[in-house]
């Protein structure tokens, strides 16, 4: 039984415009969640995290939102530019602290 | 560039034979945790080491055994490997104390079994 879950396979957004990436999650004892990016022949590299205390976390042109109540979160990118193409992965961490659960992520493109 | 090397990249082997896979962890990091992704799907937590001893473990049988060095390098053994082993083996390097931003995957191993 998957614990993060990422419906869209994949997303096609127009360069310069809004991507939103979506994760929801089942385990209301995660508090600790990341996204991660990943590019063909690359291992994951972290992008940005949010702690259950918040419900917003902004970095540069990423943005990940955090709903407790829905187990619901999400990655805004703007722009969004032809290099942000990629797979993404959300991850929760366990609940025992020690590794992260991941979704089976979303392949972005964004296309010039 | 994270620091963290993995060999080999790709390898074939065949059904019931044995894989070695390596990780040079991190330089200051002393925990290594394995993951394994299959194609479509996310990193699946294999298991951890921390001062080379196995510090936690996901759902994989016991065919899947590993070893941490005194450098903090490590090694991933597969035994008796079957087709579904095939995927790309991951390489996280940390510290105990880890946040996501202090967390390195290597770039992984491809292993295809036939």
């Known amino acids: 039984d998957q614990q993060v879950k990422q419906n869209s396979p994949s997303l096609s957004v127009q360069e310069g415009r809004i991507s939103i990436l979506n994760c929801d999650y089942t385990?209301?004892?995660?508090?600790?969640f990341l996204w991660y990016k990943k590019y063909p022949a690359e291992g994951p590299t972290f992008l940005i995290s949010?702690?259950?205390?918040?419900d917003k976390n902004e970095d540069g042109r990423f943005t990940v939102f955090l709903n407790k109540s829905a187990k619901h979160l999400s990655l805004h990118i703007v722009p969004s530019q032809p290099g942000d193409s990629a797979v993404y992965f959300c991850?929760?961490?366990?609940?025992?602290?020690?590794?992260?659960?991941f979704g089976p992520g979303t392949r972005l493109s964004v296309l010039p | 560039e994270t620091g963290v090397t993995q060999s080999p990249t790709h390898l074939i082997k065949t059904r019931g034979q044995q894989v070695t896979l390596r990780c040079s962890s991190q330089?200051?990091?002393?925990?290594v945790s394995w993951y394994q992704q299959a194609l479509g799907q996310g990193p699946q937590f294999i298991f951890q080491?921390?001062?080379?001893?196995?510090?936690g473990r996901g759902n994989f049988p016991p065919r899947f055994s590993g070893l941490q060095f005194p450098n903090y390098s490590s090694e991933l053994n597969v035994n008796a490997l079957e087709l579904d082993d095939s995927a790309l083996y991951l390489c996280?390097?940390?510290?105990?104390?880890?946040?996501?931003?202090?967390?390195?995957f290597g770039e992984g191993s491809w292993l295809t079994v036939v």
């Open positions: 996280a390097s940390s510290t105990k104390d880890r946040v996501g931003n202090t967390i390195y």
């Open positions: 385990n209301s004892m995660f508090d600790y």
């Open positions: 949010i702690s259950s205390i918040k």
């Open positions: 991850a929760a961490l366990d609940n025992y602290g020690q590794n992260f659960v």
């Open positions: 330089s200051g990091h002393n925990t």
């Open positions: 080491y921390y001062r080379e001893e196995e510090n």
